[in-house]
């Protein structure tokens, strides 16, 4: 009678302590809210993608089990988005962020466009790494960097906040290349369609992109990959140059190693200043079990998005030792930039 009496006991308790946890779940910080994802670009990039890929599974892993939605904000070269994070967003961590993940620099060199403290920022997990790679379609005279310094070849712009429209103008600085902005293009999409249509000859995307959605091109040599914005070679690409290769003295090769570092950042997300503890915690969590679920892996390789997480803490470190750029690089990049 004795353990019978104990058995149901423990049997009420195991019962009382999931209901209990269950509750804790569904009356979390987030519970019947709705968070939104602010994508600093036009739909159908990888920033898109990979807000999308989050919200279509964050939602089962934060306490409260929130909706999740995504809402694309382009202008100023994605940052138009960090500004409103930054300065607008509701303070409790249902909006956040995906930009340009050279976010850090361009507060480091003054863009006028960049009305925000990137170390400020509540930095919550990155999904996603970035390689940008620059193309330019058959066509043109210009097949490499060194092809560059003798030709004038016209690319796609898509704001003074995105690498599109920062590498050739440091580079034109540095080596004496001779590219040509054409600039007004919101994203990489409508880049990488009027390369197509022959407005442009060249564009900056991410390396994925091309791969994944523009095999065709490279199966029939369309384009040719003249530049990857990394510091080394990645494995994919061993024949084409990297960003931190290239310059002729220390100094120019710290300034392109600055610009090849950002895929530390690559596609991460990011809250707004303030955000109570508890909050930052729930989201943080929220994505670190996301990224292990099975059901995730699945949606993100069916997509074909590579996933390489890092902690919110880790890109805080990041963001943090970006802007300790010494002051006579900064002047110097300020001026090629002219800033």
């Known amino acids: 009678m004795r353990k019978a009496l104990l058995?149901?006991?423990?049997?009420a308790l195991a019962a009382l302590a999931a209901t209990t946890a269950a509750r804790a779940q569904e009356d979390g910080v987030f519970a019947r809210k709705t968070i939104t994802?602010?994508?600093?670009?036009?739909?159908?990039?990888?920033?898109?993608?990979?807000?999308?890929l989050a919200a279509r599974h964050l939602g089962r892993f934060v306490p409260g089990h929130p909706s999740v939605v995504v809402e694309n904000m382009?202008?100023?070269?994605?940052?138009?988005?960090?500004?409103?994070?930054?300065?607008?967003?509701?303070?409790?961590?249902?909006?956040?962020?995906?930009?340009?993940?050279?976010?850090?620099?361009?507060?480091a060199l003054s863009n006028p466009a960049a009305q925000y403290d990137a170390a400020k920022l509540t930095w919550i997990a990155r999904l996603g790494p970035s390689n940008a790679i620059h193309a330019m379609w058959?066509?043109?005279?210009?097949?490499?960097?060194?092809?560059?310094?003798?030709?004038?070849?016209?690319l796609a712009g898509t704001g003074a906040g995105n690498l599109a429209e920062i590498i050739p103008t440091l580079?034109?600085?540095?080596?004496?290349?001779?590219?040509?902005?054409?600039?007004?293009?919101?994203?990489?999409?409508e880049a990488l369609l009027a390369m197509e249509r022959g407005e442009v000859e060249g564009v900056s995307a991410n390396w994925m992109t091309i791969k994944t959605q523009k095999k065709e091109w490279l199966a029939d040599?369309?384009?040719?990959?003249?530049?990857?914005?990394?510091?080394?070679?990645?494995?994919?690409?061993?024949?084409t140059p990297a960003l931190g290769e290239l310059g002729d003295s220390a100094d120019d090769r710290k300034l392109t190693g600055l610009y090849a570092s950002v895929g530390a950042i690559g596609r991460s997300?990011?809250?707004a200043p303030g955000l109570p503890a508890a909050n930052a915690a729930a989201l943080r969590d929220g994505f670190a079990a996301m990224v292990k679920d099975p059901e995730f892996a699945a949606d993100a390789e069916k997509i074909s998005?590579?996933?390489?997480?890092?902690?919110?803490?880790?890109?805080?470190?990041?963001?943090?030792?970006?802007?300790?750029?010494?002051?006579?690089?900064?002047?110097?990049a300020r001026a090629i930039f002219a800033r």
Do not use: M, W
Request: net charge positive.
């Open 7 to 11: 058995h149901i006991q423990i049997c």
């Open 37 to 52: 994802i602010y994508v600093g670009n036009t739909a159908g990039g990888t920033y898109d993608l990979y807000g999308r």
């Open 305 to 332: 998005a590579e996933v390489a997480p890092a902690s919110g803490e880790a890109l805080q470190k990041s963001v943090v030792e970006t802007l300790a750029l010494p002051e006579y690089l900064r002047a110097k």
């Open 221 to 239: 040599k369309k384009v040719k990959i003249i530049l990857q914005d990394l510091p080394t070679r990645g494995p994919d690409l061993l024949d």
């Open 171 to 189: 580079l034109n600085a540095l080596l004496g290349t001779k590219f040509r902005l054409v600039r007004g293009y919101p994203a990489a999409n």
């Open 269 to 271: 997300f990011f809250a």
């Open 138 to 154: 058959f066509t043109s005279k210009v097949q490499s960097i060194e092809d560059a310094k003798k030709y004038e070849s016209a």
């Open 74 to 107: 382009p202008g100023a070269g994605s940052l138009r988005a960090a500004n409103f994070i930054y300065g607008a967003a509701p303070k409790d961590g249902t909006a956040l962020g995906i930009v340009t993940e050279n976010i850090a620099i361009e507060q």
